[in-house]
């Protein structure tokens, strides 16, 4: 299972072609309710008219998406304070999707923010 983080969804919306190609892949892919809100916040913050926005809530029916339960909260939280104490801070959307990804047993993120993501202990960074 891979996670598909938010430069990946904004890429496919805008139809870039490494995306489609990733989507043949055979594993199966996921994201979360964080990488949700973002890619819609981001197209409020652009002007998107109701249409396109209904279009991408749409576009999640396609594909699986992991919730922030209890568990992935407190995993968030676990990572969080591992980085801080390490001098090796990201973002707390960042925490919050790597927290629900391990909570539910997902290594892998699809992403261009390897930056960030490589720095949690545990995830593995597939680039397309």
Do not use: H, W
Not at 66 to 91: C, N, Q, V, W, Y
Not at 93 to 105: F, V
Request: hydrophobic share 45%; net charge negative; charged share 25%.
């Amino acid at each position: 299972m891979k996670l598909l983080d938010t430069t990946f969804l904004i890429d496919l919306v805008r139809g870039n072609e490494k995306t489609r190609t990733f989507l043949s892949d055979t594993a199966e892919l996921v994201t979360t309710q964080i990488n949700m809100f973002e890619l819609i916040r981001g197209f409020f913050l652009e002007g998107a008219k109701p249409a396109k926005i209904l279009e991408l809530a749409g576009m999640f029916e396609a594909i699986r998406v992991l919730p922030m339960d209890d568990i992935a909260i407190i995993k968030s939280a676990e990572i969080s304070a591992d980085l801080t104490s390490r001098g090796a801070i990201i973002g707390d959307a960042d925490c919050l999707i790597a927290g629900i990804a391990l909570s539910k047993g997902v290594t892998t993120i699809v992403t261009k923010n390897s930056k960030d993501f490589k720095r949690v202990k545990g995830i593995t960074i597939e680039e397309y």
